[in-house]
């Protein structure tokens, strides 16, 4: 495989797009200093899934949500958006990219200037109350207690973001589902495909014609049944290289 060539057609792919979606995972911001779940130095490797079972948050916040508090708040929070989040958010800004779909809670595409995302998996800036449902800011003052309380209520917050065993938000699956149609041209960087039902969309974008641009580190398993384009390496260079070939265009 010629990388080089690969870039070029990725180039004129996404330059040609009429309705470019990109759908991006955890693999887009390692390059910003957040680990994935999964892999060697995932997540995972360090701490149990368990944690972020909705029925375990319910019933002992107290042993989960420092773990939570540690993994999603004070890491999270010195991350900055990486070249790859600013290449979206450059696709948007001329009018090319028209929708984000992402799976990531750490809002470095909204940082970087990205304006139409689709949270699949929600936000980890905000909080929302389990008795009242007020969405709040997270703030210092907030997170720093044993558990989150509601200023309004005393109950219980939890992270505006997908536990498991908990539901995708209606409007942002179904709002995914209709810009994977509509889409021509897909990019999906950074996500194994293992994530279900968001590993689904891509392949809603592929059963309707879209031609799918796939960038990751390694193969996924995507790369040898829905991608048409397969460019290796890490998403920050590789973003990079595009731009600037793009931009050498005009
Ligand atoms: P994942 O952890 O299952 O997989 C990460 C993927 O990124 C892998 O395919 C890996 O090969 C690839 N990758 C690693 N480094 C890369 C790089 N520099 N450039 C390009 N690709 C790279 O992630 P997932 O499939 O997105 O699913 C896990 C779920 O966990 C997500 O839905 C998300 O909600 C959540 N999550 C979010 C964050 C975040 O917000 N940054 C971080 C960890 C997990």
Request: proline fraction near 6%; charge should be negative.
């Amino acid at each position: 495989m010629n990388p080089g060539k690969n870039i070029l057609e990725a180039v004129q792919l996404i330059s040609h797009a009429k309705y470019l979606v990109a759908f991006t995972g955890a693999g887009i911001s390692v390059e910003s200093g957040i680990p994935p779940f999964r892999g060697e130095d995932g997540i995972w490797s360090r701490y149990d899934p368990g944690i972020l079972e909705i029925s375990r948050y319910f019933s002992s916040p107290e042993e989960t949500w420092p773990v939570i508090n540690d993994l999603f708040y004070q890491f999270f929070s010195s991350a900055k958006p990486n070249p790859a989040h600013h290449f979206l958010a450059y696709l948007e800004k001329i009018g090319i990219l028209k929708s984000l779909i992402t799976q990531n809670i750490d809002n470095l595409h909204q940082e970087a200037g990205n304006k139409k995302v689709i949270e699949y998996h929600g936000n980890s800036n905000w909080l929302v109350c389990t008795k009242c449902g007020e969405r709040l800011k997270v703030t210092d003052e907030i997170i720093r207690n044993s558990v989150p309380k509601c200023k309004n209520d005393g109950a219980l917050l939890k992270p505006d973001f997908v536990f498991f065993g908990e539901p995708i938000p209606d409007r942002a699956a179904t709002k995914a589902n209709v810009e994977a149609i509509r889409s021509d041209v897909f990019l999906v960087i950074g996500t194994t495909g293992e994530v279900m039902p968001a590993s689904m969309v891509p392949k809603m974008a592929k059963n309707s014609g879209s031609r799918i641009i796939e960038i990751n580190i390694e193969e996924t398993v995507y790369s040898n049944s829905l991608t048409d384009l397969f460019l290796k390496g890490k998403a920050g260079e590789v973003c990079r290289e595009l731009l600037e070939e793009m931009k050498s265009l005009n």
